[in-house]
């Protein structure tokens, strides 16, 4: 398996590319460069980063005012502060207008590790995703995230990205991988049961899918990235093959990626439907692998909940 | 515009916000009043717009931060030709693009959608940020309620746009003194104003906001003031120019009903009279 990286890391490099090639990006902070790294940014393009101090809820509104002058501005933050804190001027200031605002939060879920519970946002995809228009995404390794950031910049709109502190295995190193903004994407073909991850749940729902492998049940794994708009086609036509989905996400199992899968199930293709997150409730402190065997979300955690659910 | 022009402009915008909260039976009379000479002057005498191109490429940009006093806005506007006066009585109806707060994707000349209070400042800021970014010479105006500087955002903007020299930002704090639940000072007084603007490294100038002379010295002011950003406080009388309306926090949010519209109107076209003497 190839490197580990961090998805922040991802976000941080991909945005000094992005600014070589488009001038008109700009990248704000509030007094977190060196962990939402963005400070990569900063040091490519100095006349082109603001920071913007311990402040996110101006941060968003002055990327509002940005935009409206052509600018392409990212914000970025932690999750918690970016989706949580300036949720309103979020949706006030660029919801709203549908001003083209890319938001780029770090330390999503649990994987924020030893700082613990105040600031593991397990809730932001709910949050972002009842704002119209704002599309939602949460890659699963490197490779995606910086295919994210590439194609945030492309489109017209606000974008909300979320990104872990955590480092996690590349997946999409394949040669024909190819991203496209709300479009899911089959990482391992099966039959009898559909498991739909997001984020860092998809390389550890590829682990899980191997364990049930030795019990005879042959998984399909669907990579969601845009969980806003869904893929509702990928999930759909798995459904209709296996009988039974199972959702996997480092959030709430309310109103995140289970949410969003059941709410098209529910309407298009009932189907026994088990949600894999966090059930109401908040993390702790602890190394990003305790606290992903704890709450079993990593591989073993995702394999006995669907041995739980198969039961 | 001279100053008899300006007040004449004034008082048809003031005409403009009565007609148009009748019209719709809710809206923000008073706080759209107490403001109507600092529209007017904005969009009559001092910033670099074209009604016919409301999105002319290096405008000066304004932000209705407080964004209930839309009326006063729209009046200002439509009296300006970004569209027809007589839309106003569409105001807050179904179907109109004159919705009950501002709206930039569907009202010409609206360079900001607003109306939660205290995130205005912050996009003006921004817009202001990415002139000097570009080194443009367009300027950015905004008007904030002194109610509203209650939000904490307010001064997160302040203190952003003090750090960072923006002295191509202007904040404008229209000090009527009342908000919905009673005088500000007695709510959660904001006071002393000026002083927390200067230690927020601003330029401040405190003007009568119904006095042309004032109000175009200030500007100039500002325009003059280089290196730190300017913030105008604006003593002004809530509901001016409607005799029953003047200082009563009760006509904050309210729509006049027909006796009183009439009343008010009234009293507008008697204004009107005495200009026309002061004019002869």
């Not at chain 1, 990006?25 to 393009?45: E, P, R, S």
């Not at chain 1, 709910?126 to 699963?140: E, F, K, N, Y």
């Not at chain 1, 590439?150 to 974008?159: L, R």
Request: aromatic share 8%; with cysteine; hydrophobic share 40%.
């Amino acid at each position: 398996m190839a490197d580990k990286i961090a998805t922040r890391e991802s976000y941080g490099n991909a945005l000094a590319e992005l600014g070589a090639k488009n001038p008109n990006v700009v990248v704000l902070d509030a007094d977190l460069a060196a962990a939402t790294k963005t400070g990569v940014f900063k040091k490519a393009f100095p006349d082109r980063f603001f920071d913007c101090g311990i402040a996110e809820s101006n941060m968003v509104g002055i990327a509002a005012g940005l935009a409206t002058t052509g600018k392409i501005p990212f914000v970025s933050s932690f999750a918690m502060f970016a989706a949580g804190r300036a949720f309103e001027q979020v949706r006030n200031s660029v919801g709203y207008p549908h001003l083209n605002v890319k938001i780029g939060a770090t330390h999503a879920g649990i994987t924020v590790g030893e700082d613990g519970a105040s600031h593991q946002c397990n809730e932001d995809i709910a949050l972002m995703r009842t704002i119209p228009g704002m599309t939602v995404m949460c890659p699963s390794d490197d490779v995606e995230a910086k295919a994210c950031v590439m194609a945030a910049a492309e489109m017209d709109g606000p974008v909300y990205m979320r990104f872990g502190r955590a480092a996690c295995p590349i997946i999409n190193d394949r040669p024909d991988y190819k991203f496209e903004v709300g479009k899911g994407d089959i990482v391992k073909e099966g039959k009898d049961l559909t498991i739909v991850a997001t984020g860092i749940c998809v390389g550890n729902a590829l682990e899980a899918a191997e364990m049930l492998k030795a019990d005879g049940i042959d998984a399909e794994v669907i990579n969601i990235c845009t969980i806003k708009p869904l893929d509702e086609d990928i999930i759909i036509k798995s459904a209709k093959k296996t009988g039974k989905v199972v959702t996997a996400e480092e959030h709430s199992v309310i109103g995140g990626l289970g949410s969003a899968v059941c709410d098209t199930l529910s309407e298009k293709y009932p189907v026994p439907v088990k949600r894999i997150g966090m059930y109401d409730q908040f993390g702790e402190s602890g190394s990003a692998s305790a606290l992903l065997e704890k709450y079993r979300l990593d591989g073993k955690g995702i394999y006995a909940q669907i041995k739980e659910f198969l039961a | 515009m001279n100053n008899l022009e300006l007040k004449k402009t004034a008082n048809q915008v003031r005409k403009g916000i009565v007609t148009g909260v009748h019209a719709a039976k809710a809206g923000h009379p008073g706080g759209s009043l107490s403001a109507a000479d600092i529209y007017t002057y904005l969009y009559f005498e001092e910033m670099n717009i074209d009604p016919k191109n409301p999105k002319m490429e290096g405008r000066d940009r304004f932000v209705l931060s407080k964004g209930h006093t839309a009326p006063g806005l729209y009046a200002t506007l439509a009296n300006r030709g970004y569209f027809p006066v007589e839309d106003l009585t569409t105001l807050r109806k179904l179907g109109s693009y004159l919705q009950g707060h501002p709206c930039m994707q569907h009202i010409p000349g609206v360079d900001m959608s607003s109306g939660s209070l205290g995130q205005g400042i912050s996009a003006a800021v921004g817009m202001a940020l990415s002139a000097k970014i570009d080194n443009k010479d367009f300027r950015v105006y905004t008007l904030l309620g002194d109610g509203e500087i209650q939000e904490g955002q307010v001064w997160e903007a302040s203190m952003f746009a003090g750090a960072k020299k923006l002295d191509n930002l202007v904040v404008i704090v229209d000090n009527n003194g009342l908000q919905i639940d009673g005088p500000v000072d007695e709510v959660n007084t904001p006071y002393p104003i000026d002083k927390k603007f200067e230690a927020f490294n601003f330029h401040v100038i405190n003007i009568d906001a119904h006095n042309f002379d004032e109000i175009r010295a200030a500007f100039k002011e500002a325009k003059e003031t280089k290196g730190m950003p300017t913030a105008i406080i604006a003593h002004s009388v809530k509901g001016k120019g409607i005799s029953f309306m003047e200082n009563q926090a009760g006509w904050h949010g309210k729509a006049p009903n027909d006796d009183e519209y009439a009343t008010a109107m009234n009293d507008l076209n008697k204004i009107d009279e005495e200009l026309a003497k002061e004019e002869a």
